[in-house]
């Protein structure tokens, strides 16, 4: 039967007691030795000048959208009112 093998908390280094592990982490930052476990990466955006998009961005991009279709559609019809016979693409 295996015995049940308690876990490190994810702040340890190499052990549990904590004058191991900063003399483990001495030691490896001595000797310029990368972790076996590398630190996790935060959840925090690396671009100082990022601004993630809100509701009302994309509902203002949304009518945007549909207020420039709708001045196609719109110049479409005018162009074939006016004898232009073949409706441009776009």
Do not use: C
């Not at 340890?12 to 590398?38: C, G, H, Q």
Request: hydrophobic share 35%; no cysteine; proline share 10%.
């Amino acid at each position: 039967m295996i015995a049940h093998v308690p876990r490190l908390p994810a702040s340890s280094a190499a052990s549990i007691d904590p004058n191991l592990a900063r003399t483990v982490i001495k030691l490896a930052e001595a000797k310029d030795i990368e972790p076996a476990f590398p630190s996790r990466v935060p959840d925090v955006p690396v671009n100082s000048h990022f601004k993630p998009f809100t509701k009302v961005d994309i509902e203002r991009a949304k009518k945007e959208w549909r207020e420039k279709k709708a001045r196609q559609e719109y110049e479409r019809e005018k162009e074939q009112q006016n004898g232009d016979k073949e409706p441009k693409l776009g």
